[in-house]
């Protein structure tokens, strides 16, 4: 079956330090994959979008990777920040029409 | 603000009520989406408009009703819930080329619907 898998346990790490968050799918060859940021009570904010040949995309402290043999997306929070602490949800396109398949998500804390 | 506003914020209704819930995007783009937020779940992609056209309804009982009258409104008209139903229902919008959905998209705050 195709699926799209974060960690569901909650990341927690100290100020200062870069966050590493996973996102595996499945059953994908998806063109591109998306990373969304969501606070409690909030709709998702996008934040980086990734094509399937390019390995790797910067903003700012963010960065994520992109391994199609893998299937697998890595997204980097370097000098993590506990402005930081949000869920951060993977999303990809499977038939490249807008129509988004998300994760559910992995939250991650941010100790000062 | 992401530009994308949806009223009410929050709504509690009966089985039997009719309710409906509105989203407006402020952005110029002219695809709008409704997506479903259940506790534990990931977001469910409900309905799809395009140019005010309808193109994808995800498998949703008939007790939601969408509505685009025009590319910067969507409605969800509600009736005959069930408790199950109770989630967060968040629209979002994008940019459509050539009738082509663009990537990112942009989300409203939701709408916390808890059915008794």
């Known amino acids: 079956s195709q699926k799209i898998e974060q960690n569901s346990e909650a990341l927690n790490i100290q100020e200062g330090k870069t966050a590493t968050l996973t996102c595996n799918y499945t059953n994908y060859s998806p063109a591109y994959l998306q990373w969304y940021r969501q606070d409690p009570g909030r709709g998702p904010v996008f934040l980086l979008l990734?094509?399937?040949?390019?390995k790797e995309k910067r903003k700012e402290r963010l960065k994520v990777t992109f391994d199609t043999t893998l299937k697998q997306s890595l997204f980097h929070i370097t000098a993590s920040q506990p402005a930081d602490s949000a869920t951060y949800l993977c999303?990809?396109?499977?038939?490249?029409?807008?129509?988004?398949?998300f994760g559910q998500g992995t939250t991650l804390q941010v100790k000062p | 603000e992401t530009g994308v506003t949806q009223t009410p914020r929050h709504l509690v209704m009966g089985m039997t009520n009719k309710k409906s819930l509105k989203c407006e995007q402020h952005l110029g783009h002219n695809a709008m989406y409704w997506y479903k937020q259940s506790a534990k779940k990931p977001l469910e992609l409900m309905f799809v408009y395009n140019f005010k056209e309808q193109t994808e309804n995800n498998s949703v009982p008939s007790r939601f009703s969408p509505e685009c009258p025009n590319s910067s409104h969507l409605f969800l008209h509600l009736h005959t819930l069930q408790p199950e139903d109770s989630a967060l229902y968040l629209c979002?919008?994008?940019?459509?080329?050539?009738?082509?959905?663009?990537?990112?998209?942009?989300f409203g705050p939701g709408t916390r619907l808890t059915v008794t």
């Open positions: 979002a919008s994008s940019q459509a080329l050539a009738g082509v959905l663009a990537h990112e998209q942009y």
């Open positions: 990734i094509r399937e040949n390019e």
């Open positions: 999303a990809l396109d499977p038939s490249n029409t807008g129509k988004l398949i």
